[in-house]
């Protein structure tokens, strides 16, 4: 009975550590924003928790893990490095990946992990290029060494010798150039990284700390102007967008600024009290920037600039040259001044 129970001591110490890993992963999914010390402590624990459980225990931590979309580099590093059968679901649907971890992730393993790496929804063109000049540098198979001893027991030319290298190189470059092409293709797309703000109209470090003051204080005045300042344009446009009571107009706009996405949230909270209310345990104000898109806010915002570039610059720019022409050519204001007063009462 005794050497009965020392048979079952093992897997029962195991089913137990199984239930401690999935237990430790079910805690740090719930955490939404899981804080530095916390994301330190989740690594603390689980690679040793992991390296003890069995391996489906395994399978199914990594797989709830490819869903959260924060994770300690070291974590997501170890993951990766796990065998194929393992990590597959984790480096082809985990956006906590940094790239530089998929690429020193493809350059220690095999070619199955590079293959999960290049079935991601989105590839950036940094890991892209390292797929390709990791392929370069692979070793050439034993076929060209068959090749290279068929062709040794044929007398060549010089000159045909430099042909059949120029046919090899040319052969070598069309092989690399159709490699680059597939993984483009099975990338899908390169979408902008949100942190790419090249070439558009961004918030200045001074810009948006002035934004979130007057936000957390609600002075409105000072708000729109700031906005108007950010935008380049003139404040009626700034008004205009901060009366859309929905907060839509004002979150699309923060959004093409590049604001950081908890200080848009806050912005949103302050001005719409109704967007402060929570759903799905995140406030609506969350959801309406979660779901917009930067290219199309961009887009949009833009539009209302040369909407409002025409309404009102060539305006303000015209007046001072009307009143300088009035004067140059008249040499008095008092019947301008007269008109107007009379236009307005006709319009009364």
Known sequence: MRDRFRDLEGPL????KDVVLMATVSSFESLSHPTRSELRQFAELF???FQASSDEAKRQAVAALSQCPTMPAAVALFIGNQPIEIAAPFLAASKAIADDT?????RMQG???????VSRDSLSP????ALVALRQTQPRHAAPAVAITESEAVPLSPASAESEAEALEEQRIANEEA??????????????????RLGLRTLTDIQEALLVRFARSREANHFATALADALSASRWLAERIMLDLSGQQLATTLTSLGMGFLDAVFVLER?????????????????VLDALDPEECHERVEAWRRADR??????AAATPALAETESHRFGRQAPVQRDMRVLGRRSR
């Open 13 to 16: 110490a195991v089913r137990k």
């Open 47 to 49: 690679t040793p928790l």
């Open 102 to 106: 998929l690429i020193t992730i493809a």
């Open 111 to 117: 070619a199955a992990h590079v293959k999960a790496i």
């Open 126 to 129: 940094k890991v892209i290029d």
């Open 179 to 196: 490699l680059r092409e597939r993984i483009l293709d099975l990338a899908g797309h390169l979408g902008r990284k949100d942190e790419d």
């Open 271 to 287: 001005f719409y009290p109704h967007l402060a209310e929570q759903q799905h345990n995140v406030t609506r104000a969350w959801m």
């Open 310 to 315: 025409y309404t009102y610059k060539p305006e």
